[in-house]
Every structure is written in structure tokens, then in C-alpha cells.
């Protein structure tokens, strides 16, 4: 990679860093109920939607009646996505003619978008109509997006609140999350990406006779509305099959910029947020510290790994040639380069968003571990919208109880005491990650239905299978896409990993929320351990990395590694 | 959570009337109105009939032609695709080495001595890659000039004019869109293929 390649990391880095303010004290005020410069607009929409569903938005919820209203509304996702899904042939809007998804498929589908995963063992443009792709996939784009922040709303409400019973209501949190966050921006971004070349319209796919007389079918769709929310919400399920990298969903590196830029908007703007809304806003900048270090890390490794050519292609006569593309251009589109297959790469698998422009399974096997370690710490650097916030506050708990346990003293942050209680429910949402993506991994690999889907057998197909549980569990929905995972065993036992990864993160986090917002509030004192400074960052990041190391260093060692070790020589 | 259900449901279907149809279909209506170009998919029109889109890649075999990256899917743009084969995969180092040799074949100019351009002998991420790098269009010069029976420098100059650089001078890689020379091309040496 060249100067070029890192001018333009550099210039993402700190767009990123510029725009997380913005958004970040927009979000504060969306969700403390306040008003904003779309009140006038949105404000009669949203209690209009209230009356038709019964909701009083003033009544407060406990952290049960919220997490029931939760998973009673993604319930219903799940199965109005599958019957939409299982149906579509006998539904308008099918230009193509596509045929009902098996019962496997379709069940895992409509989990992975109703928990935000959007993995994908289908390709869109050879297996949905358009209806599916609008009222099923992009709603559920919109809503489990919404789920996140809510949840993380509640969360800092339980940081935020003294001696309180209740954490929010999750109507309205997920209420003014699509309709005053997600939606001004997907309507924006879909126009945008219109104007650069990506389709939006309901036509039936274009039969092109070729210049050399042949015959072209090209597919069309209302691709914008779709990838726009896909990008924002940390969802990641393209409308194509191919995701980013086709050139109807990512046409020009301008394109690129501003959908790399969505992969980490919101999350990123969540640390100002919660820092707006404890009180603090130090300590939403620490976290930010910490998870752009990751980040940075991360980027770095990746683009100097991609940047590399194969030794094997090199030692059979290809290679970079006087200003044509070097490195490891296999799975890579011209117009983005190595620069920018590798920040995405790194970007979106931070995210828990798992859209991609660029084939991970492709990657150098360094390359491609950074995007699995990435999803193996628990999609906390950043991470999904909501959802990569309330994963790393699991670690936050974690890391002052250490620094409690060091010095004997009672555990404290933002002036909540930190006991046995929240301790356990930390774990137990730390150790879902573990056990997801080993257990479910270490079955696909003894039983022969798992073994089926590996394309290439040794390091690599391990790398295979690992990607594809830890993408599942982490609910970032990316895959090595050699691993074929359109069978029964696969779709299902993804599905269980996501559901996993899902709530049973969330409902420990929501307790946390509940038990928190009932304490008192302690003052700092002199032996209150800051939780703002450096220290704190070093602390929290290395407590990140041995949790998430110690844990996957083995199976690592034994995939990417070991085929890292291998590489450049010929078979 | 039974009680739970209702407000659940209503929520759901309301919140897809305006996220899943109003969204996409007025996202639709202002796309159609303010970029039906690209609404409908940058679709280049030659004598009335459809010749393929500018954003997307297709096959060119004739060595008159200059030919786009190769494709896992066989250019199919109804279905995405790409090899995902892994850096150590022999089927990836054998495809490679097989699409070096018919290059080198099929292009006696080309210095023989250096390598042939990574890019053209690795399937794109998408399968549809519409670019090449310039210096991978340029390689591919003599072959071409040779079929046409034109010179050299005309078509440098043809290739140069059709290079975008990154833009603003600083995103994305400097590029050439295949299908659009290939369309000048056509048009300038009409039948000579």
C-alpha cells in the first residue's frame, strides 16, 4: 500500500472522529425525550403511532416489562419474516419470479435480521422479490437497529438514575430511534447513493445484448432504500449478493467513503452520547479512546497484510506491474484498492455491521484474522449500533472489578457501587461470546453435516468454520464465503448462534440495567478509581484483549496463524 | 408477556407500513424524478436496444477487444459473485498460473521478461468489476493494436483519456471503465474486431 492508500485511512479517521460529536449530541437529545430540529416534522408521526398501538409513552417500564416488550416485538419480526419469506412467490412485487425460501433458510433468515446479524446464505438478487427485500429485510433493518439503542438507553438510564424502579420504555426508545435517527439519515444516504449510480426502482431485471452479442441479465431492485439502512444500522445483509463489493451497491470510492463512514457513525456517536447522558462527558471520550485504539490496531495489521502480493502468485508470474494494483487484489474491486478493501474489512467487522467490498475469505490469512478477532472480542470496538456500547459496558464492569479486586476496595463506576450481582451478570453475558462461537464451531467441525460445508480442508477451512460462528454469535453477519452454509445443519445451528449471541447478551445486560438504576448514588472520594484518564483506557483495552485472546488464541493459532505460516508455499 | 403481544403486533405492522413501503417507495418517486439515469441502472442504450450497464462488467474475448477482470460467475449480473478461495487454496495458485499462461499467449507484445498485472489473473470481488488500473489497460495495448491493425499510440492515447483519477484527488484508485473504451473503440474502428 502506498501514500495514497494511507492518506485515506487517515482522512476516514478523522471524519469519523468530526462527525461523532454531531451525531452523538443529536442521539442525547433524541433520547432524553427532548426536542429536536425535527420535532415539528417527526413529533406528530410518532404520537400518532403511539395511539394506534396502545402505547402511553409516559408510563415507565421495569426492566422485565421492558425486556418482554422486546422480545414479544421480535418474536413477531421472526415470524411475520418468515412467513413473508415462505410466501413471496404468491406475493406482488416478484418481477424475477422467485420461489419460497426452504423452511431452513428462511428460519434463518428472518432470525439474522430481526437480531441485527443479517448473515446471509442466500443471494439476494437470485432469491428475493422485491417485497421481501422491503417490507421484510429493510424493516427489519430499521427495528433491530432500534433494538440496540434502546437497550443501551436503558442501560445508561440504569447508570444515569438513582434509586429508580423503572429503565424506559422500550416503545418509545425504539419509537424515536427509527423515526428521529435511522430514517432522516437512510433517506439522505439513499439519495446520495442514488446520485453516485446505485438503482432504485421496481423494474424487472434488464436483458442487455452484450457488445460482443451476447446475451446479459441485470439485476434491478430498490436497491438505495435498502443498502442506505443496511449501512447505518450495522445490519450489513446486501441487497446484491456480493454486498459492497458489487458495483450496483458501492459504484465509486465516493460511495465507499460515505458507506464506510455509516459502518461506525452511530456507534461511534453512542460514546458521546452516553457521556451526555451520565453526565460526563469523559468518560463517553475514554471509551471512544479505547475502542479507536482497537480500531486503529486493527486497520493497520490488515492494510499491511493486504498490501503484501501472494508469494505463490508472484512465484507463477503475477504481480504488481508499473503503477497496476499490487497486493492481494484476489476478491478485491479496482476502484477501492487494497487501502480501502482493508479499512472496511476492519471497519465493518468492528461494527458488527458485516457488509462487505471486499471477500474476506480471500484475504491473507493475517488479513483476515484481524475482521475474526474483531468479532471474537464480542463486536465491542464500536460494534453494532447500541449493541457494541452495552457489550463493551460488560467489559467496563469487568475491568473496574479488577481494578477493584487489586487494590481491595469495592468496585465503583459513575458512581454506582459494582457487586457480586452485576459481576455475574457480566460473566455470564461474556461467556455467551465463548461459548458460541467454541462450542458451536467445535460441533460443525466433528459432525460431518459441518464438515460438508468447507470449501478448503486444513488451516483454512478450520478459519472457515470459526468466521462463520463467530460472525453468527457476534451478530455481525460477514462470512468467509467459501464455507457453504445454505444447508439444514448450517442454517440452523447459525440461527442458534445468533439467537445465542443475541439475547442472551441482551437479557443479562437489561438486569444489569435494572439492579444498577435501583442503587444508590456513592460520591467520589480520594480512593475512587477515575474511570476517564488513560489508565483507565489501557486497563479496560487490555482486559478486552486477555479476555478475548486467552479465550480464541488456541483456535487462532491453529487457523489464520498456521496458515500464515504456510502461505507462499506452493502446494 | 402474552399482554405484551398486542402492542407488539400493532408496532410491527405500522412501523413496516412506514419503513418497509412508504420509505422505499418515496425514496423511489425522488430517485425516478431526480436521477432516472441512475435510478434505473446507468443502462447504456445503443441502436434502441439495451448493451449493458456502465457500472457493471462484461465478457470481452475477442483480442480485439480489451478485456475486464475475470469474473467467478461468469458475468453473470443476475448473480454476485466471487471465488472465495484462500490465499493458500492449489486451486487458486493453479487458476492463477493457467490465466498467466493464456495471457502470455494471447499477448506476444507484452514484455516477457515482467510479470503479468496481479489484477488481470484475480477474480474480482463482485464478479463484475467494471475497471481496470490503467497500467493493466495499457498492458493489454499491443494485443489489441495488433487485431485492429492501428497504431500503438492512438490507443494510449484512447486509454488515457478514458483513465479517471482517484477522486477529488484522493479517494478510490485511478481507473478505466472496460465497457466504455471498449464502446469508443467499437465506435472509431467499427467492424475490425
Known amino acids: 500500500m502506498d501514500s495514497s492508500g494511507l492518506i485515506q485511512i487517515v482522512l476516514y479517521l478523522v471524519l469519523l472522529t468530526a462527525l461523532t460529536p454531531i451525531i452523538g449530541e443529536y442521539m442525547a437529545r433524541v433520547f432524553s425525550g427532548g426536542k429536536t430540529v425535527a420535532s415539528r416534522v417527526i413529533g406528530p408521526l410518532e404520537r400518532g403511532i403511539y395511539r394506534v398501538c396502545g402505547v402511553d409513552p409516559a408510563r415507565e417500564q421495569h426492566w422485565t416489562g421492558y425486556a418482554a416488550s422486546l422480545l414479544a416485538f421480535n418474536l413477531l419480526g421472526v415470524l411475520l419474516l418468515y412467513a413473508l419469506l415462505r410466501l413471496q412467490a404468491f406475493l406482488p412485487l416478484n418481477p424475477a419470479g422467485m420461489t419460497a425460501m426452504t423452511p431452513d433458510l428462511a428460519f434463518n433468515t428472518a432470525v439474522s435480521f430481526t437480531t441485527n446479524t443479517n448473515w446471509q446464505s442466500y443471494s439476494g438478487e437470485a432469491a428475493l422479490s422485491y417485497l421481501s427485500q422491503m417490507a421484510g429485510l429493510t424493516v427489519q433493518n430499521f427495528v433491530s437497529a432500534a433494538t440496540g439503542m434502546a437497550v443501551l438507553v436503558a442501560l445508561i438510564r440504569g447508570f444515569s438514575r438513582r434509586s429508580a424502579r423503572t429503565v424506559g420504555n422500550f416503545w418509545v426508545d425504539m419509537v424515536r430511534a427509527t423515526l428521529y435517527v435511522l430514517l432522516p439519515l437512510s433517506i439522505v444516504t439513499a439519495l446520495f447513493l442514488v446520485w453516485q449510480g446505485v438503482p432504485q426502482n421496481l423494474n424487472a431485471y434488464v436483458t442487455a445484448e452484450t457488445v460482443e452479442g451476447a446475451q446479459q441479465v441485470i439485476a434491478q431492485g430498490p436497491a438505495a432504500s435498502q443498502i442506505a439502512i443496511k449501512q447505518i444500522g450495522s445490519n450489513g445483509g446486501g441487497f446484491f449478493g456480493i454486498n459492497s463489493a458489487h458495483p450496483y451497491e458501492n459504484p465509486t470510492p465516493l460511495s465507499n467513503l460515505v458507506e464506510m463512514l455509516q459502518l461506525l457513525l452511530i456507534a461511534s456517536g453512542l460514546t458521546w452520547t452516553f457521556g451526555r447522558m451520565v453526565g460526563d462527558l469523559r468518560q463517553g471520550v475514554a471509551l471512544f479512546a479505547a475502542m479507536g485504539l482497537m480500531l486503529v490496531v486493527g486497520i493497520g495489521v490488515t492494510a499491511w497484510a493486504e498490501g503484501r502480493p501472494n508469494p505463490a502468485m508472484v512465484a507463477v508470474g503475477a504481480d504488481s506491474l508499473g503503477g497496476s494494483l499490487g497486493g492481494n487484489m484476489e476478491g478485491k474491486e479496482v476502484r477501492f484498492g487494497i487501502a480501502n478493501s482493508a479499512l472496511w474489512a476492519v471497519a465493518t467487522t468492528a461494527a458488527s455491521n458485516g457488509s462487505v467490498n471486499a471477500m474476506h475469505d480471500s484475504f491473507s490469512a493475517l488479513g483476515g484474522m484481524v475482521p475474526m478477532v474483531n468479532m471474537m472480542l464480542g463486536e465491542v470496538v464500536f460494534g453494532g449500533v447500541g449493541a457494541g456500547l452495552y457489550g463493551m459496558m460488560v467489559y467496563v464492569l469487568l475491568a473496574v472489578f479488577i481494578a477493584g479486586l487489586m487494590v481491595g476496595r469495592t468496585p465503583e463506576y459513575l458512581g454506582k457501587k459494582i457487586e457480586a450481582k452485576e459481576i455475574k451478570l457480566a460473566m455470564f453475558a461474556a461467556l455467551t461470546t465463548c461459548f458460541g462461537i467454541l462450542v458451536f464451531s467445535a460441533l460443525a467441525l466433528v459432525v460431518p453435516a459441518g464438515l460438508a460445508g468447507i470449501q478448503e480442508p486444513g488451516p483454512h477451512g478450520l478459519s472457515e468454520v470459526l468466521y462463520a460462528y463467530s460472525s453468527a454469535t457476534g451478530n455481525n453477519g460477514s462470512a468467509f464465503g467459501g464455507y457453504t452454509a445454505n444447508a439444514p445443519y448450517p442454517n440452523t445451528t447459525i440461527a442458534l448462534a445468533i439467537l445465542l449471541g443475541r439475547f442472551l447478551v441482551i437479557l443479562p445486560v437489561l438486569a444489569i440495567a435494572g439492579a444498577l438504576a435501583a442503587k444508590k448514588s456513592v460520591p467520589a472520594s480520594a480512593g475512587t478509581f477515575p474511570t476517564h484518564g488513560p489508565l483507565f483506557v489501557g486497563l479496560l483495552v487490555g482486559t478486552v484483549v486477555i479476555v478475548g485472546g486467552l479465550t480464541f488464541f488456541p483456535a487462532l493459532s491453529l487457523g489464520p496463524i498456521a496458515e500464515h505460516l504456510m502461505t507462499g508455499v506452493v502446494p | ?193
Open chain 2, 1 to 193: 408477556m402474552l399482554k405484551e403481544l398486542k402492542p407488539a403486533l400493532m408496532m410491527l405492522l405500522v412501523l413496516t407500513a412506514i419503513t418497509g413501503i412508504l420509505y422505499p417507495l418515496a425514496v423511489t418517486g425522488a430517485a425516478q424524478a431526480l436521477f432516472p439515469a441512475q435510478a434505473n441502472g446507468s443502462l447504456i442504450v445503443r441502436d434502441g436496444k439495451v448493451a449493458g450497464s456502465a457500472l457493471i462488467a462484461q465478457n470481452f474475448v475477442g483480442p480485439g477487444w480489451f478485456q475486464p477482470r475475470p469474473s467467478a460467475v461468469d458475468y453473470n449480473a443476475a448473480s454476485s459473485g466471487a471465488s472465495n478461495l484462500g490465499p493458500t487454496s492449489g486451486v487458486l495458485i493453479e487458476t492463477v498460473a493457467k490465466r498467466v499462461e493464456a495471457l502470455r499467449a494471447a499477448n506476444p507484445g507484452a514484455d516477457p521478461a515482467a510479470p503479468v498485472p496481479v489484477e488481470l489473473v484475480t477474480a474480482s470481488g463482485s464478479g463484475l468489476d467494471p475497471h481496470l488500473s490503467p497500467a493493466a489497460a495499457l498492458w493489454q495495448v499491443p494485443r489489441v493494436a495488433a487485431a485492429r491493425e492501428i497504431p500503438e499510440s492512438d490507443l494510449r492515447a484512447l486509454v488515457a483519456r478514458h483513465t479517471e483519477g482517484r477522486t477529488l484527488g484522493l479517494l478510490g484508485e485511478p481507473r478505466v471503465n472496460v465497457l466504455l473504451l471498449n464502446l469508443e473503440l467499437d465506435q472509431r474502428t467499427s467492424g475490425t474486431n
